[in-house]
């Protein structure tokens, strides 16, 4: 019979070690390869939102405002029929409008529903459910958004666009601008004289509000349905837009107020 030692111990270890280090490396591997199947694809479009559930003063709200509407850009040269549906689609209710045709007005390629917001407003949603633009009302029934670094925009019934279409002679004379209704704190002349650069000419009074006189006014001009007040260069731009009292007032609100009445 071979005697014990004729078979060296590191040679008895060998195969049983091998075989212990083996299994927990293999289970390593299989636990760490489904980590790498679930993994995320960093190239992967984010998936679209989940249908909201609509509860019952949506829908009221989605009823009352649903129309055949008109998108256009502020002073508009870019427009579009956009209609808005009460029926349910993607991440809030339906809008129907020809692509093409609003190609010019580049968010309209994102969005593919719409809200109504709590607040009264319009929202325009991609296919996330993200606010592509948000449109709050304006006088005659209009709505209006301002998009940072794009310009605005207006949803108008077209019936009720063409009925409160302004002109210029309507506009023409003098103006108070005021902080706070019954406080002017300037006035100023809009002329039916070209401006240089475009739009019309205005006059300046003295004393004026320091804060205007630095945004330097030096043209007027009608761009959808608003009286737009152009500063010093043509970059910076004061638009009012039409109250319910039949007076202006500066639109979006930012800051404080600034209105503008007849004397």
Same mark, same amino acid.
């Given at each position: 019979?071979?005697?014990?030692?004729?078979?060296p111990?590191?040679?008895?270890?060998?195969v049983?070690?091998?075989?212990?280090?083996?299994v927990?490396?293999?289970?390593?591997l299989?636990?760490?390869?489904?980590?790498?199947?679930?993994?995320?694809d960093?190239a992967?479009k984010?998936?679209?939102?989940?249908?909201?559930k609509?509860?019952a003063?949506?829908?009221?709200?989605?009823?009352?405002?649903?129309?055949?509407?008109?998108?256009?850009?502020a002073?508009?040269?870019?427009?579009?029929?956009?209609?808005l549906?009460?029926?349910?689609?993607?991440?809030?209710?339906?809008?129907?409008?020809?692509?093409?045709?609003?190609?010019?007005?580049?968010f309209?390629?994102?969005?593919?529903?719409?809200l109504?917001?709590?607040?009264?407003?319009?929202r325009?949603?991609? !296919?996330?459910? @993200?606010?592509v633009?948000?449109?709050?009302?304006g006088? &005659? #029934?209009?709505?209006?958004?301002?998009r *940072? $670094?794009?310009?605005v925009?207006?949803?108008?019934?077209?019936?009720t666009?063409d009925a409160?279409?302004?002109?210029?002679?309507?506009?023409v004379g003098?103006w108070?601008l005021?902080?706070?209704?019954?406080?002017?704190?300037?006035r100023?002349?809009?002329?039916?004289s070209?401006?240089?650069?475009?739009?019309?000419?205005?006059?300046?009074?003295?004393?004026?509000d320091? !804060?205007l006189? @630095?945004?330097?006014?030096?043209?007027?001009?009608?761009? &959808? #349905?608003?009286?737009?007040v152009?500063? *010093? $260069?043509?970059?910076?731009?004061?638009?009012?837009?039409?109250?319910?009292?039949?007076?202006?007032?500066?639109?979006?609100?930012?800051?404080?107020?600034?209105?503008?009445?007849?004397?």
């Amino acid at each position: 019979m071979a005697d014990l030692k004729d078979f060296p111990m590191d040679r008895m270890l060998r195969v049983p070690l091998c075989r212990m280090l083996a299994v927990p490396v293999l289970a390593g591997l299989f636990a760490i390869t489904p980590a790498f199947a679930q993994k995320a694809d960093p190239a992967a479009k984010p998936a679209p939102a989940a249908a909201p559930k609509l509860d019952a003063s949506v829908r009221e709200a989605a009823a009352r405002i649903a129309a055949p509407l008109r998108l256009s850009s502020a002073d508009g040269s870019r427009s579009c029929a956009f209609a808005l549906k009460p029926d349910a689609s993607g991440p809030g209710l339906a809008v129907e409008f020809d692509r093409p045709a609003c190609a010019d007005i580049g968010f309209s390629a994102q969005v593919i529903a719409w809200l109504p917001d709590p607040s009264g407003s319009i929202r325009l949603l991609n !296919a996330q459910g @993200r606010t592509v633009a948000e449109f709050t009302e304006g006088a &005659g #029934g209009s709505y209006e958004a301002l998009r *940072e $670094g794009d310009g605005v925009y207006f949803l108008a019934n077209p019936a009720t666009a063409d009925a409160t279409e302004l002109r210029p002679e309507e506009v023409v004379g003098d103006w108070d601008l005021a902080r706070q209704a019954g406080a002017p704190v300037c006035r100023v002349t809009f002329l039916d004289s070209p401006a240089k650069g475009g739009g019309f000419r205005l006059n300046i009074a003295t004393g004026c509000d320091a !804060a205007l006189l @630095r945004f330097g006014p030096t043209a007027w001009d009608i761009e &959808g #349905g608003n009286i737009i007040v152009r500063g *010093e $260069g043509g970059a910076s731009v004061i638009r009012f837009a039409r109250q319910e009292d039949g007076g202006w007032a500066r639109t979006p609100e930012r800051g404080r107020p600034l209105l503008m009445t007849r004397p």
